[in-house]
């Protein structure tokens, strides 16, 4: 059975319920009726009756007739009853009896189905292609219309200039400080700022599984990898092409966590490390190709699945904070470099676009984005280009608030920013654009043409979060007036939560 022939079925089952409900009413006004009547005549008796009795008072008192009890013990009525004929007819009718569904708790749904389609044929009531719609009353279908329109359907933005020139603002904001702040990977301000806080997570990391610096100079950072890389042993981190068997080609320290899938912070990654771990292989992209190689056989802790599988993932994350920060022989050598970390979440699929031919020595992209890694494109350069993202974001939603609640005069409960709001969503477009306009332009103009400092230079966390706004505008521009199925879907889980809340 479909989901809709048995919401179908349910709404025909509340309409005969409803017709069940309607009949009982109509069954108790008239027993309210009848009962009114039969309190009316009852009236009409007694007044009646006390007149009796006091005309037979009067005659008694006029003929001065006294009455003497005797000591008896049965009075028989029936020697002073006179036989009359009686034309009494009732003026009441009787009332029929109600017809009722037969409902068996034991029967099951399709026996309670046959049940009320049986009550449908005896009452005459035809089933209807739309049910619900004939559940509500005209006040109240009208209503349901209006609300789905106001809340729940797709609206094109109306923003006034004033929303333009704020999001683009927002954006500029967002743009400088991605030039003036950011920069290349490592080199900004907010870019060792997000290496400082990457090391910082790494030795808290270590510190909690059991790492202890025991005042030992030198790079702390580089000592709580070793231990992590130590502890967290995994079957895929093969570093060169020569440990691979020269199955994965130009595959080098600075760039094997890119190549590995397992390596990659996402669910992809979860994926394949778990999958690495309890088959024994390794899975690597090369050129727009995934290439999987046997490894020596991996065996998992725990005694059955359940602790394996969370044995591997608790082995891909720590493996992932020895990683983030670079290797320790990165880290602690007398360079002190900055290391190789790990990918920015699915950053590792831009390798399986194994198209185009770019720059001097005429290279695909998935050979580029590799470069581009290769050059210090990570995680921690990731949290620092996130940074002018969320800038804007947040600014931009909060200028929207105070503009409604000071501009437009609405309430703060009118002011919260969904972005289901279509003005709202208009302007995160413009300032998200804006950002992106002057990461291109900052990078085009720095790169000198060159395609991999043109990607270094180039905010990618902007741009994937300027395509999902433009995606939801341009879906909204296209489906206005037709309804917003998430937005019903998080009222219908709102308001399911709040019933099971009371």
Not at 118 to 126: L, S
Not at 481 to 486: H, K, L, N, W, Y
């Amino acid at each position: 059975m479909t989901q809709k022939r048995l919401l179908d079925d349910q709404a025909q089952a509340m309409l005969i319920q409803q017709h069940q409900l309607d009949q009982t009413n109509q069954h108790l006004d008239k027993m309210l009726g009848s009962l009114d009547a039969m309190a009316q005549d009852q009236r009409s008796n007694d007044a009646l009756l006390d007149s009796l009795i006091a005309q037979a008072e009067s005659i008694v008192d006029g003929q001065t007739i006294e009455f003497v009890m005797d000591d008896c013990v049965e009075v028989v009525f029936d020697d002073y009853l006179v036989e009359a004929s009686s034309t009494y007819e009732p003026t009441l009718q009787p009332l029929e009896m109600l017809d009722t569904v037969d409902a068996d708790p034991t029967a099951g749904w399709a026996s309670y189905l046959t049940q009320l389609d049986d009550y449908a044929a005896r009452q005459g009531i035809e089933p209807t292609e739309d049910p619900f719609r004939h559940l509500m009353t005209d006040t109240q279908r009208i209503a349901l219309e209006k609300r789905i329109k106001e809340d729940f359907s797709l609206k094109a933005a109306n923003c006034d200039k004033y929303d333009y020139m704020i999001a683009g603002t927002c954006g500029l904001i967002g743009g400088l400080v991605d030039v003036f702040f950011v920069g290349v990977p490592g080199k900004g301000a907010l870019g060792k700022w997000a290496d400082t806080q990457t090391d910082n997570a790494v030795q808290r990391f270590a510190k909690l599984n059991g790492w202890s610096r025991k005042g030992k100079e030198g790079d702390g950072t580089a000592s709580a990898i070793g231990f992590l890389e130590r502890k967290f042993k995994i079957n895929y981190d093969h570093a060169t092409t020569h440990a691979t068997g020269g199955a994965v080609k130009n595959m080098s320290m600075s760039n094997h966590h890119v190549k590995s899938l397992g390596h990659s912070p996402d669910l992809v990654g979860l994926f394949f490390s778990i999958l690495d771990q309890f088959t024994s292989t390794a899975h690597f992209v090369d050129k727009g190709k995934l290439i999987s190689i046997n490894t020596e056989t991996f065996e998992l802790s725990g005694s059955n699945l359940m602790a394996k599988i969370f044995a591997g993932f608790m082995n891909w994350l720590g493996h992932l904070f020895s990683d983030m920060a670079g290797s320790s022989g990165g880290r602690g050598g007398v360079s002190g470099g900055r290391g190789s970390g790990i990918p920015i979440p699915f950053y590792s699929l831009l390798q399986f676009v194994n198209v185009g031919s770019f720059g001097q020595h005429r290279q695909t992209f998935s050979t580029i984005a590799v470069k581009v890694f290769e050059s210090g494109y990570d995680m921690r350069h990731g949290l620092a280009i996130a940074i002018p993202v969320l800038i804007t974001e947040l600014f931009t939603r909060m200028m929207w608030v105070i503009k409604r609640r000071f501009y437009h005069g609405q309430d703060w409960r009118n002011c919260i920013p969904s972005a289901n709001n279509p003005e709202l969503r208009r302007m995160l477009l413009i300032g998200h654009g804006s950002l992106c306009l002057v990461d291109v332009a900052d990078a085009g103009l720095r790169s000198g043409g060159n395609i991999v400092a043109f990607l270094m230079r180039s905010n990618m966390i902007a741009w994937v979060r300027f395509g999902t706004v433009a995606i939801k505008e341009v879906k909204a521009i296209y489906m206005a007036g037709s309804i917003d199925a998430d937005a019903v879907d998080a009222y219908l889980d709102a308001e399911y939560s709040r019933m099971l809340a009371t």
